[in-house]
């Protein structure tokens, strides 16, 4: 029996796609809903277990956390990729890590629901329609607006696509922008300065690391028009969240749209939840029923490869 423990089920919905009761002879689940105060918490809740199910870019799995988890044999993730697992040391410890496959077209989704919701004061009037209010702002047209896009990659191409569909014209940049792709799609490359000076709307979709890191900060708010909107659906590290709450604040840019933050969940306090010119959702990007039967399912035929001795979907 393989003691198995399922990180950050926030919805708790891990046994709607799994029914435990089939794997009853192999596994022993332990579902964890809430994610953990801090590293030593999570090493004295995980220790004892042999296989981790990691929902990607949740709990840090660091380490320390490998260090302390000393059955620790495999861990499957969501994803073929996730940054909050030490790769090194879980080869260094021959832990088995795998991951699974993922829809991309659920975060571009999300992207344009923050972008219609900025636009059209969706936020405010939601608010108002349940006080009583009726009518009490103006919206926005995209129909000739500059969607600017930084990361034409899988999800960037989508949500450019949705753009120029409303009739938006769409100029792109990033450190390693396909002009091929870019000028088989009719959106017009631009430098990083050109784009941010230009655009009515701004939409991050690179993958996130060290050379992107702070990407938008002070200096490239103060390069933004005033009436202008930055959208976050890729990490929340990309934008300087400091400077991001400044520039909101000083009506520097017209607002934000964010679904990812530095750190997740957000706290209760954070000053990004009481500025009324941001648009948050949780990280909701890839928070579907399509999405999640794929991740829990592939887990499991994951870790049962494992068992078998061949493993799928390797990525250590």
């Given at each position: 029996?393989?003691?198995?423990?399922?990180?950050?089920?926030?919805?708790?919905?891990?046994?709607?796609?799994?029914?435990?009761?089939?794997?009853?002879?192999?596994?022993?689940?332990?579902?964890?809903?809430?994610?953990?105060?801090?590293?030593?918490?999570?090493?004295?809740?995980?220790?004892?277990?042999?296989?981790?199910?990691?929902?990607?870019?949740?709990?840090?799995?660091?380490?320390?956390?490998?260090?302390?988890?000393?059955?620790?044999?495999?861990?499957?993730?969501?994803?073929?990729?996730?940054?909050?697992?030490?790769?090194?040391?879980?080869?260094?410890?021959?832990?088995?890590?795998?991951?699974?496959?993922?829809?991309?077209?659920?975060?571009?989704?999300?992207?344009?629901?923050?972008?219609?919701?900025?636009?059209?004061?969706?936020?405010?009037?939601?608010?108002?329609?349940?006080?009583?209010?009726?009518?009490?702002?103006?919206?926005?047209?995209?129909?000739?607006?500059?969607l600017g896009i930084i990361g034409l990659g899988k999800i960037g191409s989508q949500v450019?696509?949705?753009?120029?569909?409303?009739?938006?014209?769409?100029?792109?940049?990033?450190?390693?922008?396909?002009?091929?792709?870019?000028?088989?799609?009719?959106?017009?490359?631009?430098?990083?300065?050109?784009?941010?000076?230009?655009?009515?709307?701004?939409?991050?979709?690179?993958?996130?690391?060290?050379?992107?890191?702070?990407?938008?900060?002070?200096?490239?708010?103060?390069?933004?028009?005033?009436?202008?909107?930055?959208?976050?659906?890729?990490?929340?590290p990309i934008v300087n969240e400091k400077d991001l709450v400044k520039a909101l604040e000083?009506?520097?840019?017209?607002?934000?749209?964010?679904?990812?933050?530095?750190?997740?969940?957000?706290?209760?306090?954070?000053?990004?939840?009481?500025l009324p010119n941001a648009f948050l959702l949780p990280h909701l990007g890839y928070v579907?029923?399509?999405?999640?039967?794929?991740?829990?399912?592939?887990?499991?035929?994951?870790?049962?490869?494992?068992?078998?001795?061949?493993?799928?979907?390797?990525?250590?």
């Amino acid at each position: 029996m393989i003691k198995v423990a399922v990180l950050d089920d926030y919805q708790n919905i891990f046994k709607e796609f799994i029914d435990i009761s089939q794997h009853k002879e192999k596994f022993e689940f332990k579902i964890f809903t809430k994610p953990f105060e801090n590293e030593d918490e999570a090493i004295l809740e995980l220790e004892g277990f042999e296989a981790i199910l990691a929902m990607r870019e949740r709990t840090q799995i660091s380490k320390k956390l490998i260090s302390g988890m000393r059955n620790l044999k495999f861990i499957m993730t969501s994803g073929m990729r996730n940054k909050a697992i030490d790769l090194d040391e879980a080869k260094k410890r021959k832990i088995i890590v795998c991951g699974t496959e993922i829809n991309s077209n659920p975060t571009a989704e999300i992207t344009w629901t923050l972008i219609l919701g900025l636009m059209r004061n969706v936020r405010q009037e939601i608010d108002n329609m349940f006080q009583g209010y009726w009518q009490s702002t103006i919206g926005l047209e995209l129909k000739g607006k500059i969607l600017g896009i930084i990361g034409l990659g899988k999800i960037g191409s989508q949500v450019a696509k949705i753009g120029q569909a409303f009739g938006m014209q769409v100029v792109a940049w990033s450190e390693n922008l396909d002009l091929n792709l870019s000028e088989k799609m009719g959106v017009l490359p631009m430098t990083k300065d050109e784009l941010l000076k230009q655009s009515d709307i701004i939409s991050l979709h690179v993958v996130f690391g060290d050379r992107y890191k702070n990407l938008i900060s002070k200096k490239e708010f103060d390069m933004m028009k005033k009436t202008s909107f930055l959208i976050n659906t890729s990490r929340g590290p990309i934008v300087n969240e400091k400077d991001l709450v400044k520039a909101l604040e000083d009506d520097n840019i017209a607002g934000a749209g964010l679904d990812v933050y530095d750190i997740e969940p957000l706290a209760q306090d954070h000053k990004l939840r009481f500025l009324p010119n941001a648009f948050l959702l949780p990280h909701l990007g890839y928070v579907t029923e399509e999405n999640y039967s794929k991740f829990y399912s592939q887990m499991i035929e994951n870790l049962e490869s494992c068992l078998e001795g061949k493993p799928k979907r390797v990525l250590s």
